[in-house]
């Protein structure tokens, strides 16, 4: 596959292949069944065969296929093991590259928006991508004052290709559900999908790196590439180095792992009290390992964090909301009563539904379990408890879940964190979160001034921190 399929009926056709695929292995798996093998070992060759057509067909067509490939990947913690292991690879893949654009078309479009003499802009230009995407490639080149520099391209007839995969993706949205346990499928797609102007606009995409890049200019933990030219597909960003975090997750040190979570979460929860954005693709190609840095000395002190992609961010003028940190201090502190009050000041218990305040708060505790201890270790084995609780259709975590609603304000930021939080699993990072939460998330500390007693764990704070329990 050697460029982006534009036809509609061609991209249809290929991710048509999925349902009628899905449909040919649940025959197989019944007669499996009628022959003798149990539910579970039969569901688990249906998972495994699933993913194994699913993220071929994502990864060879890029545009919003590929998309949702990057954004389902960063949840394959939640899947058991004996399938996220054989398949860890392929999701990583849809990470990093995809077959790039062939090179004519590549010059095509730069001599369409940056005009016939484009190559003078350049000392040097590699026409072989170092990256390619879901809807650009990205080009190592020398700018024309010495700079190195990355160039993203976008693909011809990216948007045409992002709406199409969507929409049709959305009409089978069901059929993959079973595949990432406890995670919706439909309203991911669809927020996807609500994305895609932002995606393909590299003028807001190239705001949002200015005011990261400025912001975080002198920061000793986080490096964001400045820009250094902005077209209408074309969009040209200092180049880093950096060691890309999926070699990190398939082969770092603990020291490394442990450093890069970090890094994430401090970068989750700073950037919007920083910048007043959210960065909204938080996928490990979208983040590199860097040596720390001396200006006098070179490289040295600890390992820094490279962002890069800022095509999707959520805008919060004024940080993340309070009620978010509020409702945690408060969960935290075992007060049932606020915690479902806030909750319901804020939609996320709608008027007509009443839920009992003590199985809300039993509800959460698991979920925020990292925030509760002085240091947490995030992993694949919690990660799976944490989806199969919600999941599990048996489960009264599971059926006080549908009850619940996700207001829209709220559906990106809920997004980030758990993308966040799968990363942060694949990692199996051991991270100081409460102390990112204290320094970085509105509404988690008292107010100045009130005089509150230090919160204690909760409730069932003890089985909840009982690893055993969850296999971890």
């Known amino acids: 596959m050697s460029d982006l399929p534009r036809k509609a009926v061609t991209r249809t056709a290929k991710l048509a292949t999925l349902p009628l695929g899905f449909a040919g292995r649940a025959t197989w798996g019944l007669g499996k069944r009628i022959g003798g093998k149990s539910a579970e070992i039969v569901a688990r060759e249906l998972q495994q065969r699933t993913a194994d057509q699913l993220f071929k067909v994502l990864g060879e067509l890029k545009g919003g296929a590929m998309k949702f490939g990057q954004a389902l990947s960063v949840f394959e913690s939640a899947l058991p093991e004996e399938i996220a292991g054989p398949y860890r690879a392929a999701l990583t893949k849809l990470q990093e590259a995809a077959p790039p654009m062939p090179t004519r078309t590549v010059h095509a479009v730069l001599a369409e ?5 484009w190559r003078e802009l ?27 520099v990355a160039v993203k391209v976008q693909y011809p007839g990216a948007g045409e290709a992002l709406l199409s995969d969507l929409t049709q993706l959305s009409r089978f949205a069901k059929l ?25 606009d590299y003028g807001l995409e190239a705001e949002a790196q200015r005011a990261h890049a400025e912001e975080f200019a002198d920061d000793p933990d986080v490096v964001v590439p400045d820009v250094v030219h902005q077209g209408d597909q074309v969009l040209v960003t200092e180049w880093i180095d950096g060691t890309p975090l999926a070699e990190v997750i398939s082969d770092g040190t603990p020291e490394e792992r442990d450093r890069a979570g970090q890094l994430l979460a401090r970068f989750l929860f700073s950037g919007p009290a920083r910048t007043g954005l959210l960065h909204a693709d938080p996928h490990p190609g979208n983040f590199r390992l860097l040596p720390g840095s001396d200006e006098e000395d070179g490289p040295s002190g600890e390992l820094r964090l490279g962002v890069l992609d800022f095509g999707t961010v959520d805008r919060l003028p004024g940080g993340l909301p309070d009620t978010i940190g509020e409702a945690l201090r408060l969960a935290l502190e075992g007060d049932a009563q606020a915690v479902y009050g806030l909750l319901r000041d804020e939609g996320f218990v709608k008027d007509s539904i009443d839920l009992d305040p003590d199985a809300v708060l039993d509800y959460l505790l698991p979920i925020i379990e990292p925030a509760v201890v002085e240091e947490f270790t995030f992993t694949r084995a919690w990660m799976r408890a944490q989806a199969a609780r919600i999941a599990d259709p048996r489960s009264p975590a599971n059926q006080l879940g549908k009850q619940l609603n996700l207001p829209p304000s709220y559906l990106l930021i809920h997004r980030v964190t758990l993308s966040t939080i799968g990363v942060l699993c694949q990692l199996s990072a051991t991270v100081r979160l409460r102390e990112e939460l204290e320094a970085w998330l509105p509404g988690f500390l008292p ?3 009130k005089e509150e007693e230090a919160p204690s764990p909760p409730v069932g704070a003890e089985p909840a921190l009982d690893r055993s329990d969850m296999g971890a």
Request: avoid cysteine; charge should be negative.
């Open 176 to 200: 993959l559900g079973p595949l990432i346990p406890g995670v919706d499928i439909k309203p991911l797609i669809n927020e996807l999908r609500e994305r895609v102007s932002e995606e393909l």
């Open 122 to 148: 350049f000392l040097e230009f590699e026409d072989k991508p170092s990256a390619a995407a879901s809807i650009g490639q990205v080009h190592r080149a020398v700018w024309h004052d010495g700079r190195e």
């Open 113 to 117: 928006r940056l005009g016939e003499e």
């Open 447 to 449: 107010e100045p001034g």
